[in-house]
């Protein structure tokens, strides 16, 4: 039988703390016990239910608030018993602390340390991923499948609270890395997530275009047929300069798309021809007597031109 807490124990936060530590006990015992997993739940939520906090959710909130105040828990055991009764479906939950969630957000081990129950549970997963993009490599295949879940992962912030968690491709089904709406959001918020991409789209001059805009390193991964496309590479030039190593051997010797990766980023000169090596309006004068640097990129004729 349960033990019934009086409403009145309710005020002080050692009765919310002891409730927890049956309640988290309850959860570990639910994980380790395969095939009685319906009689954990409900013995959770009977157990919630007999030992109410109070009648509103504001109020419970503020159970949780006190639990995570104690040093008697880790964030990850907090996050996931809340998790766990979530799924569970039992009444009156309220809110999970502020502090609970930052863990969420800047490590996601939550999910990862969860049972597989809860890996597959969609609206256990949205909340995770929506708080860290990169959660989505702790959900089940099943909802890696899932293109909401998918592109809630793909708008999240990253672990470091970035707004660029494109990286979360990685992790999506290889189905979804085949599809141009999921990898455009992918490409568009970081343009690394190009690699993880499918082979045609890849070859997809509006996703190219769109990751190298953002990143124009990620030329590096384009097809080979769009490394030879001079406004690909001048868009990812103009990014970074020295996206200029991955373009074609054929438009390494475009004066115009050196003259632009040499005026975003002067190093890139050592992506250019030869012949542009050597090209005085590339490399000019005023040039490499500002950075005496990339004078050691420059072909011997114009280390020894004096003029």
């Not at 988290?24 to 239910?49: R, T």
Request: proline letters at 1%.
């Amino acid at each position: 039988m349960f033990r019934t807490f009086a409403s009145a124990e309710f005020k002080h936060s050692d009765s919310y703390i002891q409730q927890f530590k049956h309640l988290l006990k309850l959860y570990k015992d639910w994980c380790d016990n395969a095939g009685k997993e319906k009689e954990k739940i409900n013995n959770a939520k009977e157990y919630f239910k007999n030992n109410q906090w109070s009648s509103t959710k504001e109020k419970n909130t503020h159970g949780w608030e006190q639990i995570c105040n104690s040093t008697n828990f880790i964030d990850i055991d907090i996050a996931n018993v809340y998790n766990w009764l979530k799924y569970s479906k039992v009444e009156m939950l309220g809110t999970l602390p502020e502090q609970v969630l930052d863990a969420l957000k800047h490590k996601g081990l939550a999910l990862m340390s969860a049972p597989n129950e809860l890996k597959n549970d969609k609206d256990v997963v949205m909340a995770a991923v929506a708080l860290n993009g990169l959660a989505l490599e702790y959900a089940s295949n099943e909802l890696r499948k899932d293109k909401e879940v998918v592109l809630a992962a793909l708008l999240a912030p990253d672990e470091d609270g970035d707004d660029e968690d494109g990286d979360a491709l990685q992790y999506a089904s290889n189905e979804l890395r085949k599809n141009k709406e999921v990898v455009m959001v992918a490409v568009t918020r970081n343009g690394w997530a190009l690699d993880d991409a499918s082979d045609d789209l890849k070859n997809d001059k509006e996703v190219v275009m769109a990751a190298v805009a953002q990143n124009g390193w990620a030329l590096k991964y384009a097809s080979d047929e769009l490394k030879n496309d001079k406004e690909v590479v001048i868009t990812a030039v103009a990014q970074n300069g020295a996206a200029l190593k991955y373009a074609s051997d054929e438009l390494k010797k475009d004066k115009e798309i050196v003259m632009a990766a040499v005026a975003q980023n002067f190093s890139a000169l050592i992506y250019a021809s030869e012949e542009l090596k050597m090209d005085v309006e590339v490399l000019t004068m005023q040039a490499v007597a500002e950075n005496g640097l990339e004078l050691e990129n420059a072909s011997e004729e114009l280390k020894n031109d004096k003029d």
